[in-house]
């Protein structure tokens, strides 16, 4: 029911919508003689954010055109490499650049925002790799005869596409996906597969969300499974292709985060009126660049989510030794010998704490210690684990030694 009264209430205010788009051609229209006044100013700045407030903020595109290799710019055209009906893999080929870069394969998380939301992650990665990612399918445009994905098929996808890109791929992990890779290499390496990633790099990942809990984790362990069920999970309404298929929906993982920080939004959505009616193009174009990214969130299908909740999040399944692959395979982490592991933690991480992602050292037992390293990063959050500017002088140039060090030994 909830789904369905935010798509009336969406519709609902469409009307208003067209009314704020035309008032704001009205008032800034420059044949309108009163288009520099204040009052005009005023008029069309608030009608914008009443716009973007309540508009459908859809999948975003990659815009990611070319990078910089050596003073050249280099075209750049993303394109999928591999797909299912739940994922494609998306390669950013770089033309004009000598064949045998090192391929970086990026699991973007499952968890309320598009792949897009790592462009910056794939930006700082393009100029030395071949870069891959992971774009997850949003469940409400996932037709119910697609069938069921669950934690279990995600780990199935991590694998397929590590087999797809052979022997030697570096892997990052963001976030979400760390439980469930650490299990896809776990179970390559047991089945001595000829297709190891050389490295993988674990970044703000909640491997044992027992270490440093956040208030997220606390969160997951206070409510029952059943409290979940009934309160997170709803049914998509037509005419969505998912129509009828039970989902986390994305709209209440958005109101989650933006909860936690709320003064935070409310006082940048009064400083984006400020700078529309001053005319501050830069600061308005980067409020926009960043809301329509973060205000853009796709839905999670119920069995994966709720998996998630339980093996990761309530039982840390994976962190005791007792994540069991379709209720019936040990994952057994130890089983890793030769894949080069490293982990990177944000100082002010308030939603994977400190430490959490550490334990993943404690898990790889055989991993040889000159194959691990560990970083922390001063002075950032969660989001800057993997993106921003510290990320890309300070975190990206250690991934990028650390895979040559172990690819030099290999």
Not at 121 to 140: C, G, K, M, S
Not at 180 to 199: F, H, K, R, Y
Not at 246 to 261: A, C, D, E, K
Request: hydrophobic share 40%.
């Amino acid at each position: 029911m909830l789904y369905s009264l935010v798509e009336m209430n969406r519709a609902a205010m469409a009307p208003l919508r067209l009314q704020a788009k035309a008032a704001k051609s009205v008032w800034s229209s420059e044949a309108n003689p009163l288009r520099e006044t204040q009052f005009a100013r005023s008029v069309s700045a608030a009608s914008t954010v009443f716009e973007r407030a309540t508009r459908y903020y859809g999948k975003p595109e990659w815009q990611i055109s070319g990078t910089e290799i050596d003073g050249r710019t280099h075209a750049v055209k993303p394109e999928a490499a591999w797909s299912s009906p739940w994922c494609q893999m998306v390669h950013f080929r770089t033309e004009g650049v000598p064949e045998g870069r090192p391929q970086l394969l990026i699991v973007a998380p499952l968890s309320g925002h598009y792949a897009t939301l790592l462009r910056g992650t794939v930006e700082a990665f393009l100029p030395t790799h071949e870069v891959y990612i992971t774009d997850w399918t949003d469940a409400r445009m996932a037709p119910i005869w697609f069938g069921r994905f669950d934690l279990d098929d995600y780990i199935d996808h991590v694998r397929d596409m590590l087999e797809h890109l052979g022997a030697g791929t570096h892997v990052a992990a963001v976030c979400q996906p760390g439980p469930p890779v650490l299990a896809a290499i776990s179970m390559m390496a047991e089945d001595g597969s000829q297709n190891l990633p050389a490295t993988m790099t674990f970044m703000g990942s909640p491997i044992d969300v027992r270490r440093s809990p956040t208030v997220p984790n606390k969160l997951s362990e206070e409510r029952s499974l059943d409290w979940f069920r009934s309160k997170m999970i709803h049914t998509v309404p037509p005419p969505w292709p998912g129509a009828f298929r039970r989902v986390y929906p994305g709209f209440i993982q958005l109101t989650s985060f933006m909860h936690m920080n709320w003064d935070r939004h409310v006082d940048a959505q009064h400083r984006f009126f400020e700078h529309l009616v001053e005319g501050d193009e830069d600061s308005t174009e980067r409020h926009e660049a960043f809301y329509d990214e973060y205000l853009s969130v796709l839905d999670l299908t119920e069995e994966f989510y709720i998996q998630t909740i339980e093996r990761v999040f309530q039982k840390a399944l994976l962190a005791k030794g007792q994540y069991r692959y379709r209720d019936e395979r040990l994952v057994k982490p130890e089983a890793i010998e030769t894949v080069g592991l490293m982990t990177v933690e944000g100082e002010l991480d308030d939603i994977s704490g400190i430490g959490q992602t550490q334990a993943a050292h404690d898990l790889c037992t055989r991993i040889p210690d000159r194959m691990k390293e560990d970083y922390v990063q001063p002075g950032v959050g969660h989001y800057g684990v993997f993106n921003g500017s510290k990320f890309c002088k300070q975190i990206v140039p250690r991934v990028t030694a650390f895979q040559q060090r172990i690819a030099r030994k290999a």
